[in-house]
């Protein structure tokens, strides 16, 4: 179920980015093939595998791909794919017998997405890295956080996610959609410099225009100004105010109880330190409740500021069914939502015997080529999966 399936993916067993695309897919309904290593190794932070979302809805099963077995086996899954992912460092899938080249000559409509924080090529293709660093060097770091403090670091959705998973799946959709018109595959270079390049555009545009100052905390939407911002609660809780505009902010000032003449102008930004001293004056005289009480559903765009316990705890994430339990586990659903495919509940993040990982690859490959293979010895190779 969901609108993509019967798209087949091989994905190779990396960290981050990688699998969060890979699950971004499979939630859709594509039918994912992991190749975990045939020797567990350490990817990312350690954790029970049940709590390994992004490992969720595959099928799996474990090579050795330093043998010429292993590698034979995943060609063999490459050449019925419809796309490809991997994350290594580049070079590394070619020393392997398994590059762009060589899969795109056994299977010329494949679409090949790899996945990296500095791309393909640069002077730092090589080095290691991860989100907070790829970030840094586009801007956007430097960009986020309070006046007079150092740059906040956004966990690693920024980069990752956004600027690395997301740009990755699009572009893995897009390539077979023009595979589709030509009949010829091609690679997908998915960095993360660039996804979140791509992310800052907007922001770029301000910062040619003289809009956007370069001092963190000196802008609308950056913590700068008073009107779209967070403040304490008189609970300790914080709530969130957003109405940029002018309808949205006089309606908020009536209902909070502010005439506007007593506030700086709102776009005089000398003013700006000043109105923030007022509205957490303000904001400090009742709870969180009583402000969500007051405001929630207006357009005086507000929100309470959530921990991830509280969310279900709320109407609106409750009626979305913005989390659900699955084995035990809850975790968000797929994204988005569809009229008619509509995804399946996820599934576990799970292992494989060897034998469940024949009985993933006899779907995969169907039964002719399944028994050709089997016939051969090549299904040798396949191991049982370890959750690395």
């Not at 270079?189 to 000196?218: C, F, H, P």
């Not at 700068?224 to 908020?252: H, L, T, W």
């Not at 930004?269 to 109105?275: F, L, N, P, Q």
């Not at 009985?359 to 191991?383: D, I, T």
Request: charged share 20%; with cysteine.
């Amino acid at each position: 179920m969901g609108p993509l399936a019967g798209l087949k993916i091989v994905e190779f067993a990396a960290v981050g980015p990688a699998p969060m695309c890979a699950m971004l897919l499979a939630d859709l309904g594509a039918t994912v093939m992991r190749i975990d290593r045939s020797v567990a190794v350490e990817l990312g932070s350690k954790r029970p595998l049940e709590y390994d979302l992004l490992l969720r809805n595959r099928e799996v099963m474990a090579l050795d791909l330093k043998s010429p077995e292993g590698r034979a086996m995943a060609m063999d899954v490459v050449a019925g794919a419809d796309a490809l992912i991997e994350g290594f460092r580049p070079g590394v899938m070619e020393r392997l017998g398994l590059g762009p080249a060589q899969c795109l000559d056994r299977n010329p409509k494949l679409v090949y997405g790899r996945m990296t924080g500095w791309g393909q090529t640069g002077p730092l293709a090589q080095a290691a890295a991860h989100d907070v660093n790829f970030i840094a060097l586009t801007g956007a770091l430097d960009s986020i956080g309070r006046k007079g403090e150092p740059p906040s670091i956004p966990l690693n959705l920024l980069g990752d996610y956004a600027g690395g998973s997301l740009y990755l799946a699009m572009g893995i959709l897009a390539a077979l959609q023009e595979a589709g018109r030509s009949g010829k595959g091609q690679v997908v270079d998915a960095a993360i410099v660039d996804g979140v390049m791509s992310l800052m555009t907007s922001v770029y545009g301000v910062l040619g225009a003289g809009i956007w100052k370069e001092q963190r905390g000196a802008n609308v939407a950056d913590s700068g100004s008073p009107f779209y911002n967070v403040y304490q609660c008189a609970d300790g809780k914080y709530i969130s105010i957003a109405p940029i505009e002018e309808r949205f902010y006089g309606d908020m000032l009536e209902r909070i109880g502010f005439d506007a003449a007593q506030i700086p102008d709102r776009w005089d930004r000398s003013g700006w330190d000043r109105a923030k001293e007022l509205f957490a004056a303000k904001f400090k005289t009742r709870t969180r409740q009583e402000w969500c009480d007051l405001l929630e559903g207006t357009d005086a765009c507000f929100a309470p500021v959530l921990a991830m316990s509280e969310v279900m705890q709320h109407p609106h994430m409750k009626a979305r069914g913005s989390l659900v339990e699955v084995a035990g586990v809850q975790q968000p659903p797929a994204a988005p939502r569809f009229s008619r495919s509509t995804p399946e509940t996820p599934r576990p993040p799970r292992t494989a015997t060897r034998d469940e990982a024949l009985a993933s690859l006899r779907q995969w490959f169907g039964e002719p080529r399944y028994a050709e293979l089997e016939k051969a010895g090549r299904l040798q190779a396949v191991q049982a999966s370890s959750g690395g």
